[in-house]
Nanobody, 122 residues
Framework: QVQLVESGGGLVQPGGSLRLSCVAS????????MGWFRQAPGKEREFVAG????????YYADFAKGRFTISRDNAKNTLYLEVNSLKPEDTAVYYC???????????????WGQGTQVTVSS
């Protein structure tokens, strides 16, 4: 049974940092590209970052470049998202996703986690 479980969210002040984790089970992480998305209240879910199966190729949304870093530990079947210099507009539920790479971009494939809430506020 495929499962993705995110954690690491919380309340943080502007300028702060968090490390989000996504533990995968039911499949080998190193077989798949993986990504992070987020959804703010009243907005559509949007792409944040993605990586190919060995993390040598990464993709970022423009707002994430220079502030967010996607990484993984395939031995632990865990995907990470380091989020730095957080802004109030980064407030959202962050989801990890199993995907694939096509046409030079990350594409969502199937499974999603339940999400972890990130709130940036003073």
């Amino acid at each position: 049974q495929v499962q993705l479980v995110e954690s690491g969210g919380g309340l943080v002040q502007p300028g702060g940092s968090l490390r989000l984790s996504c533990v995968a089970s039911g499949f080998p992480l190193d077989y798949y590209a993986m990504g992070w998305f987020r959804q703010a209240p009243g907005k559509e879910r949007e792409f944040v970052a993605g990586s190919n199966s060995n993390s040598r190729i990464t993709y970022y949304a423009d707002f994430a470049k220079g502030r967010f870093t996607i990484s993984r530990d395939n031995a632990k079947n865990t995907l990470y998202l380091e989020v730095n210099s957080l802004k109030p507009e980064d407030t959202a539920v962050y989801y990890c996703n199993r995907g694939y790479i096509a046409d030079g971009a990350y594409r969502q494939l199937d499974y999603w986690g339940q999400g972890t809430q990130v709130t940036v506020s003073s």
